[in-house]
């Protein structure tokens, strides 16, 4: 199973994008991105590697998808 998380793109340098998600940033590659990718934009982040653009109302919407995944895992462990 393969897992992307969407991320804003905080900077670009060469093929190089610093992304941020729940303020967490790190350098993620650009090589694999087809079209242009812009400061602000939302790409699906991938083992290192953004594969896709999306929309940032459905990358918000995920985000918060995974949020509540990540809070009922904390709870189930609490048990």
């Given at each position: 199973?393969?897992?992307?998380?969407?991320?804003?793109?905080?900077?670009?340098?060469?093929?190089?994008?610093?992304?941020?998600?729940?303020?967490?940033?790190?350098?993620?590659?650009?090589?694999?991105?087809e079209g242009e990718v812009?400061?602000?934009?939302?790409?699906?982040?991938?083992?290192?590697?953004?594969?896709?653009?999306?929309?940032?109302?459905?990358?918000?919407?995920?985000?918060?998808?995974?949020?509540?995944?990540?809070?009922?895992?904390?709870?189930?462990?609490?048990e």
């Amino acid at each position: 199973m393969c897992l992307a998380v969407p991320s804003k793109v905080i900077s670009i340098a060469n093929n190089t994008a610093v992304i941020d998600v729940y303020g967490a940033r790190r350098a993620i590659s650009l090589l694999l991105m087809e079209g242009e990718v812009n400061v602000g934009d939302y790409v699906l982040v991938h083992a290192g590697f953004a594969i896709q653009k999306v929309q940032e109302d459905m990358a918000q919407e995920t985000l918060v998808l995974f949020k509540q995944l990540i809070k009922g895992e904390e709870e189930a462990y609490k048990e």
